[in-house]
Nanobody, 119 residues
Framework: QVQLDESGGGLVQAGASLRLSCEVFGRTISIYKVGWFRQAPGEDRDFVASIIWSGGNTDYADSVKGRFTISRDNAKSTVYLQMSSLKPEDTAVYYC????????????WGQGVQVTVSP
């Protein structure tokens, strides 16, 4: 079983930076990759970025490429999402989730953190 705890959300102005953290608890050996997703009011939950837990390979949505960076600190069992040049359209609840070996889908979602970017 794996549990996730996100932190680092807040209210910032456009152009600012913010770093989200996702601490992972439990059976981390079962994790293939960790992803960040976001959901704006009235919208579907969208993929933002992912990182392979052991190898570190990353993937990004086109909308955040060049502005967001996903990284991990395996010693701290924590995945980070560094967000720069934030735009009002980045406003959403951000979630992290794990993709376990053999599972076929993301599961074990965190509770989400609010990120609000004012114009």
């Amino acid at each position: 079983q794996v549990q996730l705890d996100e932190s680092g959300g807040g209210l910032v102005q456009a152009g600012a930076s913010l770093r989200l953290s996702c601490e992972v608890f439990g059976r981390t050996i079962s994790i293939y990759k960790v992803g960040w997703f976001r959901q704006a009011p009235g919208e579907d939950r969208d993929f933002v970025a992912s990182i392979i837990w052991s190898g570190g390979n990353t993937d990004y949505a086109d909308s955040v490429k060049g502005r967001f960076t996903i990284s991990r600190d395996n010693a701290k069992s924590t995945v980070y999402l560094q967000m720069s040049s934030l735009k009002p359209e980045d406003t959403a609840v951000y979630y992290c989730a794990t993709f376990l070996y053999g599972s076929g889908a993301y599961s074990n979602w965190g509770q989400g953190v609010q990120v609000t970017v004012s114009p």
